[in-house]
Nanobody
Framework: QVQLVESGGGSVQAGGSLRLSCATS????????MGWFRQAPGKEREFVAT???????????EYADSVKGRFTISRDNANNAVYLQMNSLRPEDTAVYYC????????????????WGQGTQVTVSS
């Protein structure tokens, strides 16, 4: 498994931006996919974005339709970190955001991920 620690959450007004970070340790060999998910109160955890993680290649990213064009996932191989840049935030983006990891290819299904962070709160006010 991979140890994951998120940071960067906070409170912003609609239209604002936040950048979430996820520091990783543990399993870093081979190809690991990294993902961001979110969970709003009373709702199931949902997919936000995912990126293939490779120590020697470029990442391939996928996004949920609700965040396409507003959010960008990226990774820093040298620092074993993954980021989620969130622009044009909306009140409906309010949730706890979780970083996740899995070996293998990208997937939007949360049950396919075997490592999770503790989450970071993002609150967007109108």
């Amino acid at each position: 498994q991979v140890q994951l620690v998120e940071s960067g959450g906070g409170s912003v007004q609609a239209g604002g931006s936040l950048r979430l970070s996820c520091a990783t340790s543990g399993r870093t060999f081979g190809e690991n996919t990294m993902g961001w998910f979110r969970q709003a109160p009373g709702k199931e955890r949902e997919f936000v974005a995912t990126i293939t993680w490779s120590a020697w290649g470029s990442g391939r990213a996928e996004y949920a339709d609700s965040v396409k064009g507003r959010f960008t996932i990226s990774r820093d191989n040298a620092n074993n970190a993954v980021y989620l840049q969130m622009n044009s935030l909306r009140p409906e983006d309010t949730a706890v955001y979780y970083c996740a990891a899995r070996p293998g290819r990208t997937t939007p299904y949360k049950n396919d991920y075997d490592s999770w962070g503790q989450g970071t709160q993002v609150t967007v006010s109108s």
